[in-house]
Structure formats: C-alpha cells, structure tokens
C-alpha cells in the first residue's frame, strides 16, 4: 500500500494505492473517489472494539456506528478519501505505543489496528470536549485527520494544550483537565476555557482551529429553526 497526501494542510486529501488484496478500514463517508472494481462493504469490526457493542461504543466517542472495509481484490486500485472538516490528515504507524484519538480525529487503519473506546475518566467531564476518547492498538496505519493544520509537538516533562486542539497523544503521556486561568471568572470570560496538561515523555499532535469553537461561533450567525 502506498499513501500520498495531496492539497496539505488547509484541504488534504489522501490518495491510497492498494496492492491486490490489501484492505483498509475506513470511517464511514471519509471516501471520495476509488477505482471502480474495488469491493466495499460495511461492518462493525471483530475482535477488539468490533461487534455491535463495539460500534456502539464508538458512537459514544462521537465516531459512526458502522465502519466501511475497502478491499482491492485481484488488481491494484485507487482509493481517494479526506477529512468531514477541512483540515490535514496524517499518517501514523502504531507498533508499541497505543493511541488516544480525540473524537472526529479517526479516519481509517489498516486490519492490523484495534480501535476501542477508551475512558479518559471524569476528570474530562467538565472540558467542553468528549469523555470519551478512541483508543487505537496493535500494529499498522492510521489515518488523522483534524481541522485546520496538524502538527507534532515532542514532549519530555510538561506540556499544556488546549482541549479542543488535540487530535491524538500517545498513551505514555499521563494527563490532567485544568482550567487555563486559575479563576473560574477568567475561564468562563478569557476565552481559554480549559487545557490538557501533559507529563512525561511522548508525542503530542494538535489541530491549528477548534471544531466546537468554529461551531459556536458559526451556530450564533445561524437563523434559529
């Protein structure tokens, strides 16, 4: 399987070329185009995070019930797929470090990658984001997609980020919600609402916009229905 990206960061979109009997697992409506002998079909997954309770916990994260699997067949083929948001995708190859996927940020893997949800505890409730996150394992591809440019920040002792900028971090990192501001008055008023902070030694990988913010902003402008 070879990947490129195309159009980065503002509009990427990843162009896929499967060797004859390659499979990839695909969030449902991330496809735009593909060669027309390739076989699709929808599933709940098997195994670790698949089944009907794995769909519906992945429902949960914000991700869709169902799943579509592309499979090559006999002959290569080409598959076109993008982010629901306009934004970059990138690519990241699990082996031992599990992934912790904010919601919205999954795209597509390769068979060899489990993806489950994963319990980020009460200590998120009150973060404007998801309580729950993906939790991505095993060993191939993934496919991140986020809104705006993504970028990887290397962090070895402490680190801050804000919620809604995150699109994944490896699991060696441990974390906490805080608010930005120390006063419950400056975190409703100054705009920062609430951070992650970040300890140890692992990768970061952010989003230059946040969805909920732009969606905030662009819901206000909306007529009411």
Known sequence: ?????????DSAIAKILMDPQEELIVEAGAMVAMSGFVNVSTTLRKG???????GLKRMLAGESLFMSVFRSGNS???LYLAPKLIGDILPYTLDETEL????????ASTPGVDIDLGFTGFKSLFSGESLFWLTASGSGLVLLSAFGGIYEVEVDGDYVVDTGHIVAFERTLDYSI?????????????GEGFVCQFRGHG???CQTHNPGSFGRLVGSKLPPR
């Open 1 to 9: 399987m070879k990947l490129e990206l195309l159009h980065q960061p």
């Open 48 to 54: 670790k995070g698949g089944g009907v309770f794995g």
């Open 76 to 78: 290569s083929a080409e």
């Open 100 to 107: 912790v996927v904010q919601s919205t940020g999954y795209m």
């Open 178 to 190: 805080a608010k930005a501001n120390k006063s419950w008055l400056g975190a409703v008023f100054g």
């Open 203 to 205: 990768k970061v990988f």
